[in-house]
């Protein structure tokens, strides 16, 4: 049954959370530099947010990506696509619905795999939104391949590690209150058994700081991205996040329902473009008639429209797919091609908006550039894009054979031969027959 419509209960939430973004949250972007959505220690920024968080707890909308035993809702992905669509024209709207990557991730980490001691410590707290976490997997040498790697976890008599290593582009790193590490643990295992996750707070001696990396734009050392070493970090059973060498698959399975995220916020952000788009072209005249006039505009906002409607489309049937399957496992290439589409629309649709703003479009006096930024980063965080189409084409080869014959399978020739032996009763009857049939009846004669 495929069905296009929003449950009339649901869409009162949904219009309320457009409003409420709208007026409530999206003058956040305006006072604040984005990267303090993280920042717990902004007095100001937090006396705003608390009773917007409030409203949003009260609506029943607060963690919405949690299942109810975790203090969610229990939303469905198809619900929670079309809330982040809302999400996402904002920075902050996230951090104020308790749905902000890397902590979703994170906390699905530590519900799915930690023990209660671990979720005492560390889950309760963060969904709770009083703390921000950290997940440090990327190197200097290499983020989308992890056999670079070198973080190492170096076992110690009485079964505790030290560890020692670089990380790199950890967000959030400078306010979380604990990390998330990947390291290895037995550099023999294959890639896949190779690496274990420990859980360790902030303050833990070892933990060194070589700066804060920040997205173009930032000032230097203002970013979140941090650049961190660990100096024989000691770690013991306690903080080990899921059995050794388990990193994989927790990560795997933090990622899955964080990707289809970044691309449901997407979508709101290639609106938001669009939106100015839209404006922009019934707003100014040039050349004796508005932009809206000119073909070339005109080709370029339903070109835009399409492109958006397009992806909106496949972010929401994979929601849809993830709630029928309840396996990310099950949708891995349309989860990567999310990711993927996310980058391409972004990009196209966001630079479109600044090109059709001219000179405005690329001064600092509109926002195109964080969202280019933003649009950018998402082509890279997660794993290049060129890694997830190499996921999707695996996935989809699959699902075909080799043909051991000489010519493919489809070469029209040797199939007219076969389709003529399988009718070769009717074929003497009168009546065109298509050329192929012709020439090889010819040639058969000859
Ligand atoms: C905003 C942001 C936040 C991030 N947050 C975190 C975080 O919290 N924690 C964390 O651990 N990491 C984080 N990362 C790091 C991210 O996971 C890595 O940047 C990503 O995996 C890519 O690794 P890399 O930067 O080393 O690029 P590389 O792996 O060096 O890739 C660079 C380019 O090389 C090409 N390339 C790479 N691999 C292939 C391939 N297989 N085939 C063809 N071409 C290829 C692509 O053009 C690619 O864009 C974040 C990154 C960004 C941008």
């Known amino acids: ?60 909308l607060w963690a919405c990506h949690l299942p109810k035993h975790l203090g969610g809702d229990g939303y469905g992905q198809v619900q929670l696509a079309l809330m982040n669509e809302i999400l996402g024209r904002s920075f902050f ?42 997940f440090t997997m990327t190197e200097p ?30 967000s959030n790193a400078r306010w979380a209150s604990f990390f998330l590490i990947v390291a290895i643990t037995d550099p023999d295992a294959p890639l896949i058994n190779r690496f274990s996750m420990f859980v360790v707070p902030a303050e833990r001696a070892g933990i060194k700081f070589i700066r804060n990396a920040g ?21 013991t059973r306690e ?34 473009a669009f939106d100015a788009i839209c404006e922009r072209a019934l707003s100014r005249t040039t050349k004796g008639s508005l932009l809206a006039n000119k073909q070339s505009v005109q080709q370029l906002v339903a070109d835009c429209w399409m492109k958006i409607e397009q992806f909106r489309l496949f972010v929401l049937r994979t929601a849809w797919k993830i709630d029928r399957y309840n396996d990310y496992k099950a949708v891995r290439e349309d989860i990567a091609a999310c990711k993927n589409l996310a980058y391409e629309v972004c990009v196209y649709i966001v630079e479109k908006a600044i090109h059709l703003h001219g000179s405005l479009g690329v001064s600092n006096e509109m926002a195109f550039g964080e969202m280019m930024r933003a649009s950018m980063c998402m082509g890279i965080v997660d794993g ?50 298509s050329v192929w049939v012709n020439y090889l009846r010819e040639q058969g004669k000859a």
């Open 1 to 60: 049954m495929w069905d296009f419509e929003t449950d009339p209960e649901f869409q009162k939430k949904l219009d309320w959370m457009e409003k409420f973004v709208r007026e409530e949250i999206e003058p956040l972007d305006l006072l604040f530099h984005q990267d303090q959505t993280y920042n717990p220690g902004n007095q100001s920024l937090m006396a705003i947010m608390k009773p917007l968080k409030q409203k949003v707890r009260d609506q029943g």
């Open 93 to 134: 709207a996230s951090t104020i619905f308790g749905t902000q990557a890397p902590d979703t991730g994170n906390a699905e980490a530590l519900a799915h795999f930690g023990t209660e001691a671990q979720k005492a410590a560390y889950l309760q707290p963060l969904l709770d939104g009083d703390i921000v976490s950290c």
């Open 141 to 170: 040498q290499g983020g989308g391949d992890p056999s670079v790697f070198q973080t190492r976890a170096f076992e110690q008599p009485d079964g505790s590690w030290r560890i020692r290593g670089q990380k790199w582009f950890a």
């Open 215 to 235: 997205l173009m734009f930032d000032l230097p050392g203002e970013g979140i991205e941090g650049y961190i070493e660990f100096e024989d970090l000691h770690v």
């Open 239 to 272: 903080d080990l996040l899921g059995d050794v060498g388990q990193a994989f698959a927790i990560a795997q399975h933090r990622l899955g329902g964080g990707r289809v995220h970044h691309a449901m916020r997407s979508v709101g952000l290639a609106k938001k």
């Open 384 to 433: 290049p894009s060129e890694v997830h189409q190499s996921t999707i084409a695996k996935q989809l080869l699959r699902r075909y054979q080799a043909t051991e014959d000489l010519f493919p399978s489809t070469h029209v020739p040797s199939n007219v031969r076969k389709a003529m032996e399988k009718y070769k009763d009717y074929l003497d009857i009168p009546g065109d027959k």
